[in-house]
Every structure is written in structure tokens, then in C-alpha cells.
């Protein structure tokens, strides 16, 4: 089972997330592949903004707003939490709504169960300000349910308890059900997750843990010492190991 990140693993990241695209050629890929093994796309775009940019019906499922909602086989799921993250996101952008006036180059995304602050346009030094100045807002906001968690060049606005992490658990076990329902071996799943920040970061060390493969996508990972964890430098590459892995039926194993 194949899990993928989407922005800065199978595309680059850009100044904007509405200028990210795939070639049609990476389309086509995803879907070959996804004739071959399950594959998902865990994310914290929405799963309306993943349907715009993916193949989603070819895909044995994806996750939007970093797990808070899920489609599997058609059908969608919403996490337990997902509703009570979205009440508290109209208060929130409320109180951060003056914020692209204050710090120009600064935008907000309101999502379906998360809120996004992007802040990229910003120098390196009024980065670090800017960062030092949103824990002290986040830290006297009436908001207390979501946290606010650290991206490239992005402050995420979730509930603590939606993530990749449980999002790829998930899958697995609805896809063992499966097998197990059809008197086949749930034991044979071999989960692979790629990711290239600090939010895939568990949903990697967690298909370790359950045996399979966690790859990262980028420079030095947040932690240098993970036993099994692969690298991978840029998107780029990251085509290069599906395209790679296309041949049927994926018999030439992991190599990386």
C-alpha cells in the first residue's frame, strides 16, 4: 500500500497553493500505478482542492485537511473530530483576519476542517517575527481546541487529535478488513509512506513501525537517527521511484 504526500512530495511547492498542478503525464502514472497496488494521497488540502489536482477516482482513497476527511472506495468519512475542528475555524479566522494587512505577503486559507497561514513572501527575518508573533496571538486566542503546528513555511490550524498518522492507520485496517473478509491474508500489507514535512513526519515513523517503508522527500529529516527511513532528495526523484516501481507486478522490491 502506497501512501503519498502531496505538495513538496509529488509536486513542488509554489508561492501559491492554487498554482500547483501535475503534468499529465504524472496523472497517468498515478493511475497505472493505482491499477497495480492501493494507492492514497494523505493531505492537508481539502479533499474538493485534491479533487481539482488528482485522479481521485482512480485512487483507492485519499485524505484531506490532514486526515480530518477521507474517501475510500467512493464513500466519504469524516473523523470523529472533524466537526467540532470546523466550528472553531470561523472564530479563528476572525481574529486573524487583519493579519494580511499587518504583515503583507502574508495569506490565509480557510479549508474544510483547518485553516492554513502562509507566509513564504516573507523575508527570512520577518519570518522568524512573524512566527514569534503568531505564538503569542495563538497563545492568548479564546481558541483553545485547535493547535497550531509548524509546515514549510506554513502555520497549520487543526485538531490535535486529526492527523496523517491516523488517517494511514485507518486505511490499513479497511483495507485488511477487506482481505480478511475475502478469507484472504491482511498480513501480507506492506505499507510505503512519502512525505516531505514535518506533518508527514509520524505517517512516516508509523509505516516503519508497522513494518513497511517511511521515505523522505528533501534535505535532513527532523530526526537524523530512524531506523529504515529512506531519502529521497526532490519531487523529481519521487517519479523517478513510482515510474520505477511501475513495472509489473512490482517485482523488483524497494531500492532506494
Not at 488528482?54 to 486526515?67: K, Y
Not at 502574508?106 to 512573524?130: C, D, N, P
Not at 481546541?145 to 492527523?163: A, D, Q, S, Y
Request: aromatic residues 8%; neutral net charge; charged residues 25%.
Amino acid at each position: 500500500m502506497l501512501f503519498l504526500d502531496f505538495d513538496g512530495t509529488l509536486a513542488p511547492i509554489q508561492e501559491k497553493p492554487d498554482l500547483v498542478h501535475l503534468p499529465e503525464n504524472h496523472l497517468l502514472s498515478l493511475k497505472t500505478l493505482s491499477s497495480l497496488i492501493p494507492v492514497f494521497v494523505l493531505s492537508g488540502r481539502s479533499i474538493p482542492d485534491l479533487q481539482k489536482r488528482l485522479p481521485v477516482t482512480d485512487l483507492a482513497g485519499v485524505s484531506g485537511d490532514h486526515g480530518a476527511s477521507r474517501i475510500y472506495r467512493g464513500e466519504v468519512f469524516l473523523e470523529p473530530n472533524a466537526e467540532i475542528a470546523r466550528a472553531q475555524l470561523t472564530p479563528l479566522e476572525t481574529m486573524l483576519k487583519e493579519l494580511p494587512e499587518q504583515w503583507p505577503g502574508v495569506f490565509i486559507e480557510r479549508k474544510q476542517f483547518s485553516l492554513s497561514i502562509h507566509y513564504r513572501q516573507l523575508s527570512i527575518e520577518k519570518q522568524e517575527a512573524f512566527i514569534s508573533f503568531m505564538e503569542k496571538i495563538f497563545h492568548q486566542a479564546t481558541t483553545k481546541i485547535l493547535e497550531m503546528r509548524h509546515g514549510k513555511c506554513v502555520l497549520e490550524f487543526r485538531h490535535p487529535e486529526i492527523n496523517k498518522e491516523s488517517a494511514l492507520k485507518w486505511f490499513l485496517k479497511r483495507v485488511s478488513e477487506e482481505r480478511n473478509s475475502g478469507n484472504a491474508s491482511g498480513s501480507s500489507l506492506f505499507p510505503i509512506m512519502v512525505g516531505d514535512d514535518i506533518t508527514d513526519w509520524n505517517a512516516i515513523k508509523t509505516a516503519i513501525n508497522l513494518g513497511g517503508v517511511g521515505i523522505w522527500v528533501g534535505d535532513r529529516p527532523p530526526e537524523r537517527h530512524v531506523p529504515a527511513a529512506a531519502r529521497l532528495s526532490s519531487p523529481e526523484q519521487v517519479w523517478n521511484f513510482l515510474n520505477h516501481s511501475l513495472k509489473p507486478p512490482l517485482q523488483r522490491g524497494i531500492s532506494l
